[in-house]
Nanobody
Framework: QVQLVESGGGSVQAGGSLRLSCAAS?????MAWFRQAPGKEREVVAD???????RYADSVKGRFTISKDNAKNTLYLQMNSLKPEDTAMYYC?????????????WGQGTQVTVSS
């Protein structure tokens, strides 16, 4: 079992930046950032595969950057040009197996609030 702990959330004004970190207790090949706003379904923001290929949700392309430091077992999400609609709880997730469609490991979340 891999434990995930997010940090770096906070409150910023629109146009600002935040960097989220997710410290993992062990290795996970494939990781992602999800977010969930009040009254909305959880959505994937960005994911990074075993081969380090990356995908982004259309809503964050060009503004967010996901990265992974395997030596430190840490996942990052650099968020620039933040908008009020980015306000949500952000979760880090990891897969147990690269072939799995499900994320087995989840963090507790870190709140991001963007004011206009």
């Amino acid at each position: 079992q891999v434990q995930l702990v997010e940090s770096g959330g906070g409150s910023v004004q629109a146009g600002g930046s935040l960097r989220l970190s997710c410290a993992a207790s062990g290795y996970s090949c494939c990781m992602a950032w999800f977010r969930q706003a009040p009254g909305k379904e959880r959505e994937v923001v960005a994911d990074i595969a075993r081969d380090l290929s990356i995908r982004y949700a259309d809503s964050v392309k060009g503004r967010f950057t996901i990265s992974k430091d395997n030596a430190k077992n840490t996942l990052y999400l650099q968020m620039n040009s933040l908008k009020p609609e980015d306000t949500a709880m952000y979760y880090c997730a990891g897969k147990k197996f690269s072939w799995s469609s499900q994320y087995a490991y989840w963090g507790q979340g870190t709140q991001v609030t963007v004011s206009s």
